[in-house]
């Protein structure tokens, strides 16, 4: 989650505004690596539900199950009940195959293990376009990110050249028979401060809204109980879009920090 509860979406950068380029449109297939379940559905689910109803494929990949992301519930119970939203959530913008790695929510450790998961998920699904979250330290200069956050979103940006290289980790050809991809043309960081492009949504909004809406019991957590999850999501997607237009042509958009490869 990247706002404290009740906060608006924060500006993605301050000073000069940058021209953003329209997301690349000539891919098939993507995978989409975040931290959290919810993670995907704050902003970048709007995109996603575009791209699959034009008949692209993406797939979410999981480095955990949120187990502890809701303070009343305890991780056991918690991870159960966040994987099933996910899935949900998922579902409701055209995804249908939803991973988990099982790193520690909170306190997932950067290095060679996590690249190592990251480079056999991308050999196995073989994308040419790779979504993750803003890995950089705040949002918009204005609230600190979370570690799990810096740590996948970095960590996916090294996976994507460690997938190509045959000689790192090439147990995972050994012992696994996954060959080595090159095909991963970009990167594209969602909630960055530093935006490059943007894709602009229409119809994926109000399936992004469900979408986050499913999330019901961590939105609960986060606001509580008095507010309406549904009406929280509305609230939050169409605000964040608009601010993602006023930056791009005047409709509504995601924007992203797109890294070529």
Not at 54 to 74: F, H, K, P, Q, S
Not at 129 to 142: A, C, E, K, R, Y
Not at 164 to 176: A, H, S, V, Y
Request: proline share 8%; glycine share 10%; aromatic share 6%.
């Amino acid at each position: 989650m990247p706002i404290e509860p009740g906060s608006p979406p924060v500006p993605l950068r301050t000073g000069e505004e940058l021209r953003l380029s329209p997301m690349p449109d000539n891919w098939q297939r993507a995978l989409a690596v975040v931290a959290h379940p919810d993670d995907l559905e704050y902003g970048a689910a709007a995109a996603i539900a575009e791209w699959t109803a034009a008949g692209r494929e993406i797939t979410y990949l999981l480095a955990t199950r949120g187990e502890a992301g809701i303070d009343g519930i305890a991780p056991e119970k918690c991870a159960a009940l966040r994987e099933a939203e996910q899935r949900a959530g998922a579902a409701l913008v055209g995804v249908d195959t939803v991973e988990f790695l099982d790193h520690p929510d909170g306190v997932i450790e950067g290095g060679t293990a996590l690249r190592r998961d990251l480079a056999a998920a991308i050999r196995r699904h073989r994308p040419e376009l790779l979504i993750t979250l803003n890995h950089h330290d705040t949002w918009g200069g204005v609230q600190w990110n979370t570690p799990d956050h810096r740590v996948v979103g970095r960590a996916v940006l090294d996976a994507a050249g460690d997938a190509g290289n045959r000689w790192i980790f090439p147990e995972l050809k050994d012992e696994q028979g996954l060959a080595p991809w090159t095909g991963v043309r970009w990167v594209a960081v969602a909630g960055s401060p530093y935006p490059t492009h943007a894709a602009e949504v229409g119809p994926g909004i109000e399936r992004a809204v469900a979408s986050l809406a499913a999330h019901e019991a961590y939105i609960k957590g986060l606001v509580g109980t008095e507010q309406d999850p549904a009406a929280y999501a509305r609230t939050f997607i169409e605000q964040m879009l608009r601010m993602g237009g006023e930056r791009y042509r005047g409709r509504p958009a995601t924007l992203f920090q797109v890294f070529p490869r």
